[in-house]
Nanobody
Framework: QLQLVESGGGLVQAGWGLRLSCTAS????????MGWFRQAPGKEREFVAS?????????SYADFVKGRFTIERDKYQNTMYLQMTGLDFEDTAVYYC????????????WGQGTQVTVSS
């Protein structure tokens, strides 16, 4: 059973950056797509970024990322990262790591989430 554990959240000032990590265990990731989602208070959970684990690692970003966030993978450590820069108050949310099979549309595996709070 695939398990995902996030880390790296915290409280930062507007304009600063954070690096989130997601470590996977319990499955071979070669057939998975890994992604980051976030949920702000009172809002729906939204897609942030994704990366295909195998091959060249096709990447997708949400429009609001606007070049501020970078998703990366370390295939040897089974760890995915989200490097965030230029954070602002609207980025405050619980950030979740997720995974899905490449052939499915829905993410079926989720981490517990890590809180990112940006003070204005």
């Amino acid at each position: 059973q695939l398990q995902l554990v996030e880390s790296g959240g915290g409280l930062v000032q507007a304009g600063w950056g954070l690096r989130l990590s997601c470590t996977a265990s319990g499955a071979n990731l070669s057939n998975y797509v890994m992604g980051w989602f976030r949920q702000a208070p009172g809002k729906e959970r939204e897609f942030v970024a994704s990366i295909v684990w195998s091959g060249k690692g096709l990447i997708s970003y949400a429009d609001f990322v606007k070049g501020r966030f970078t998703i990366e993978r370390d295939k040897y450590q089974n760890t995915m990262y989200l490097q965030m820069t230029g954070l602002d108050f609207e980025d405050t949310a619980v950030y979740y790591c997720a995974a899905k099979f490449r052939t499915t549309s829905q993410y079926g595996y989720w981490g517990q989430g890590t809180q990112v709070t940006v003070s204005s």
